[in-house]
T-cell receptor
């Protein structure tokens, strides 16, 4: 079973920030949070990951709560090309290789 | 920079036929993975190879075999294809523990 819970769908107006939440209440101390997106049926595209500090890169920002039980992916200025399924994945620890994908959040950016 | 390359992109098989899906990465990554994705679902791990010379089962290994041919290549074989194996297959690679996996564009496989 997936270790994360995400809303099944969200809408966002083009040009506005898209805030995608993820709950991972059973996360352990050495587990990272990863975000990927999948556009149509292409291969998942890596967006960002973090352990406990907030992270930012050219694509997005990742905000992790202090207790690490939830996180939010922020796309600062959503475009139509950001319409995709977004997956939040928790993984970490020695010998723990696999990702467990849930069903993700289907984000639709509206013109 | 090609990243992770999968061949073929599309394939149609008849029940009982065999086939090998190929995957190669040019990032000098240690670990490689095979996933399948059924319609409306997330990816599920079939097999993985943590390093050259090792392979291990994932969540859904039945009906599949793998070979880690060298550090670059990781193949997935269907010995006797079944309609339940109709899916999109993704290969991924990863450099070091806790670094992100990089995915190929997938192989769309239909079994009639």
């Amino acid at each position: 079973d997936a270790k994360t819970t995400q809303p099944p769908s969200m809408d966002c107006a083009e040009g506005r920030a898209a805030n995608l939440p993820c709950n991972h209440s059973t996360i352990s101390g050495n587990e990272y949070v990863y975000w990927y997106r999948q556009i149509h049926s292409q291969g998942p595209q890596y967006i960002i990951h973090g352990l406990k500090n907030n992270e930012t890169n050219e694509m997005a920002s990742l905000i992790i709560t202090e207790d690490r039980k939830s996180s939010t992916l922020i796309l600062p200025h959503a475009t139509l090309r950001d319409t995709a399924v977004y997956y939040c994945i928790v993984r970490g620890g020695s010998g723990t290789y696999k990702y467990i994908f849930g069903t993700g959040t289907r984000l639709k950016v509206l013109a | 920079n090609a990243g992770v390359t999968q061949t073929p992109k599309f394939q149609v098989l008849k029940t009982g036929q065999s086939m090998t899906l190929q995957c190669a990465q040019d990032m000098n990554h240690n670990s490689m993975y095979w996933y399948r994705q059924d319609p409306g679902m997330g990816l599920r791990l079939i097999y993985y190879s943590a390093s050259e010379g090792t392979t291990d089962k994932g969540e859904v290994p039945n009906g599949y075999n793998v070979s880690r041919l060298n550090k670059r290549e990781f193949s997935l074989r269907l010995e006797s294809a079944a309609p339940s194996q109709t899916s999109v297959y993704f290969c991924a690679s990863e450099g070091y523990s806790n670094q992100p996996q990089h995915f190929g564009d997938g192989t769309r496989l239909s079994i009639l």
